[in-house]
């Protein structure tokens, strides 16, 4: 099966705006740690299927009633995640935390991220659009296995049944080989594309905005490498890992929170310290084991924080006379060991944007 081309609009990323279905943690901790471009993976998909949309109307009341009993909620971003530091030709260098939902507040930019994105004379985003199809081979099988084959009739008839929800028709059948570890990535994700098909996520925003006044966009991460990380799990721990997503996907939501408008809400008050609190709550919640969850956090965390740090100190070292805005999911300038304190390691002072 070929790849369809991509959507640049909307794609496929790891900041995405969660159906209240979608329960497993580390579906939630994708909106401040990845951005996953799979573009558009089944052509074409049509509207929403009446179930999708049925339960998506059902759980309105619920987060409604919910919200209200709440504390007063942010209505844009009141501090942003924005630091700068000098590169060693003294010109300055900007660090932006991004979250991949198409929320309106985040949308509407702080006047502060206005004014570093019209300073920069180029963006970096954790995947440009440029280099989207290769990330995408890097998540699929290279001999062309489908999912029963991979997972076995039981897990495939539970990825199914998550993908019949959203759109009748998608199935592990009529889609590419994903890897079996790409699948707790995929389906939170694409669930947020059919969720909003007309709204850019922030990282999509800033990339069309840099384009529209003919600035470079560039990777800030190797798309064949960003999940290698991944690939070194064996089978019988990738296997668990979808395991354990597909039980958080479809357990009931008793209790009723909103987990999502939590952590959105704590990137508007840009509270760095309640992020890094609420994403390793949510990550080691022990609904995996200890040494694999370690794992996998070090290969959506730990280990691109460390390319993150280093391509950008190649960046200002070979490129120093221009200004560089690099975005990446708020969790990486927060969760430690953060790029932000591998920098500093190289010597860089970073100051925060108030």
Do not use: C
């Amino acid at each position: 099966m070929s790849f369809p081309a991509f959507d640049r609009r909307s794609p496929l990323s790891a900041e995405p705006r969660l159906s209240r279905r979608v329960r497993s943690s580390f579906a939630l901790l994708l909106i401040v740690a990845l951005g996953l471009a799979i573009g558009v993976i089944a052509e074409p998909l049509g509207s929403l299927s009446s179930r999708a949309a049925a339960q998506e109307t059902a759980t309105e009341p619920a987060i409604e009633a919910n919200e209200s009993a709440t504390e007063e909620r942010p209505t844009e971003v009141e501090r942003p995640f924005l630091w700068r530091f000098r590169s060693p030709a003294g010109t300055d260098q900007y660090l932006l935390g991004t979250i991949h939902v198409p929320d309106d507040r985040v949308l509407k930019l702080h006047e502060r991220i206005d004014a570093a994105l019209d300073r920069a004379d180029s963006i970096f985003v954790e995947v440009a659009p440029a280099d989207q199809p290769r990330q995408l081979a890097a998540i699929t099988m290279a001999d062309g296995r489908k999912g029963a084959d991979l997972l076995g009739k039981e897990l495939a008839a539970r990825v199914d049944r998550q993908l019949g929800a959203l759109r009748p028709g998608l199935s592990t059948a009529s889609l590419p080989a994903f890897k079996i570890w790409a699948w707790p990535l995929i389906l939170p994700n694409l669930e947020a594309q059919l969720s909003d098909e007309e709204q850019s996520v922030m990282d999509m925003m800033l990339v069309e905005r840099a384009e529209k006044a003919k600035k470079r966009v560039a990777s800030l991460e190797d798309p064949l490498g960003q999940l290698a990380g991944f690939d070194r799990l064996t089978k019988e721990e990738q296997l668990q890992f979808l395991e354990v997503a597909l039980d958080g996907m479809e357990e009931d939501d008793a209790d009723d929170e909103d987990e999502l408008g939590e952590l959105v809400d704590v990137y508007l008050r840009g509270d760095g310290d309640r992020m890094d609190a609420v994403f390793r709550e949510e990550f080691f919640d022990d609904s995996l084991p200890r040494p694999l969850a370690e794992k996998i956090f070090a290969a959506l965390m730990t280990d691109r924080n460390q390319a993150m740090a280093d391509t950008i100190d190649q960046v200002v070292r070979e490129q120093g006379n221009r200004v560089h805005l690099f975005a990446a999911g708020a969790g990486h300038y927060v969760v430690g060991p953060t790029v932000i304190e591998l920098l500093e390691k190289k010597g860089y002072v970073i100051e925060r944007i108030e």
